[in-house]
């Protein structure tokens, strides 16, 4: 998946600002408003291991989602619109490149449907993008999960399930590159 390593978990509160978010955008996607929320709490705290710290930042999202604030609310939605939409043509992130790579198997029907989705969805959710852990998972039942989830039209229930799925790509992440 990546060439770099991971920093012994221990380590992080006495890496440079630069190395945590280098970190942060390794495990999770290039966000601002995630290193703004989440520095001061590496920098701060020993974490176990790297799970453990995925969990602390679940946590901090999860906070986030059950705000009354629009600030909050807001911030959330930036940190998980840092995810690329599913079957975009151009991924920044090395690691969504790899782990969205069977989504660009197919044909150009079902590539328009994903797409058609991806629209729909954000209509549904406004400032929210469908962020799911794709783990081999063909298209079709991506397609299934996408429409069950627009159908819910829960927008609550889909931030905790977006927090959920980003969260078990960061573990993942660390699972694969620290292998």
């Given at each position: 998946?990546?060439t770099?390593?991971?920093?012994?978990?221990?380590?992080?509160?006495?890496?440079?600002?630069?190395?945590?978010?280098?970190?942060?955008?390794?495990?999770?996607?290039?966000?601002?408003?995630?290193?703004?929320?989440?520095?001061?709490?590496?920098?701060?705290?020993?974490?176990?291991?790297?799970?453990?710290?995925?969990?602390?930042?679940?946590?901090q999202l999860?906070?986030?989602?059950?705000?009354?604030a629009?600030?909050?609310?807001?911030?959330?939605?930036?940190?998980?619109?840092?995810?690329?939409?599913?079957?975009?043509?151009?991924v920044?992130?090395?690691?969504?490149?790899?782990?969205?790579?069977?989504?660009?198997?197919?044909?150009?029907?079902?590539?328009?449907?994903?797409?058609?989705?991806?629209?729909?969805?954000?209509?549904?959710?406004?400032?929210?993008?469908?962020?799911?852990?794709?783990?081999?998972?063909?298209?079709?039942?991506?397609?299934?999960?996408?429409?069950?989830?627009?159908?819910?039209?829960?927008?609550?229930?889909?931030?905790?399930?977006?927090?959920?799925?980003?969260?078990?790509?960061?573990?993942?992440?660390?699972?694969?590159?620290s292998?």
């Open positions: 998946m990546t770099q390593a991971l920093p012994a978990i221990s380590t992080l509160p006495s890496l440079p600002p630069a190395e945590i978010t280098a970190i942060l955008d390794l495990l999770f996607e290039p966000s601002p408003p995630l290193h703004d929320l989440s520095l001061p709490v590496l920098k701060s705290t020993t974490f176990p291991s790297y799970p453990t710290l995925i969990a602390a930042i679940n946590a999860i906070a986030l989602a059950s705000s009354t629009s600030k909050d609310i807001e911030t959330l939605s930036e940190i998980l619109c840092a995810h690329p939409r599913l079957g975009e043509k151009k920044d992130s090395e690691q969504s490149r790899a782990e969205q790579a069977q989504l660009n198997k197919g044909g150009q029907e079902e590539a328009e449907e994903l797409k058609r989705l991806n629209n729909v969805y954000e209509e549904t959710f406004p400032g929210l993008r469908y962020v799911v852990f794709v783990a081999g998972r063909p298209r079709p039942a991506i397609m299934e999960n996408m429409k069950s989830r627009i159908a819910r039209n829960d927008i609550a229930a889909e931030r905790v399930e977006a927090i959920q799925a980003m969260c078990d790509i960061a573990a993942d992440r660390a699972q694969k590159i292998d």
